[in-house]
Each structure stands twice: as structure tokens, then as C-alpha cells.
């Protein structure tokens, strides 16, 4: 369980990592967007969030 922990995070971090470097602030606020929908189950706003987080991705 602690590996699966610490893999979690790591990945959490890379992601983080990742979309700050491609899009700087809004990418961070969308990938805390996206954790707190995920978190909240609110689904509408996960998936949007996500969608048009992966859409910038892709684009820049």
C-alpha cells in the first residue's frame, strides 16, 4: 500500500511537473481544478476540466 502511495505521488508530481511547463499558471489551476473535482465527485467538472486540460496539452 505504501508503494502504490508513493507511486501515486510520484506521478502527481511528474504530471504537475509536466503541465508547468507547457502551459505555466492555467495549466496548474486546471490540474487543481481537475483534483478537486475528482475529489468532490463532482463528474461534470472533472471531465471538462481534464478534456480541455488535454486539449491544451496537445496543442502547445
Excluded at 34 to 54: E, K, Q, Y
Aim: include cysteine; glycine fraction near 8%; charge should be positive.
Amino acid at each position: 500500500m505504501l508503494l502504490l502511495s508513493a507511486l501515486w505521488e510520484l506521478l502527481a508530481f511528474c504530471a504537475g511537473f509536466t503541465v508547468r511547463a507547457r502551459l505555466g499558471v492555467a495549466g496548474v489551476l486546471l490540474l487543481f481544478t481537475l483534483a478537486v473535482g475528482v475529489r468532490a465527485r463532482h463528474d461534470v467538472l472533472a471531465v471538462g476540466t481534464a478534456v480541455v486540460l488535454v486539449a491544451l496539452m496537445l496543442r502547445f
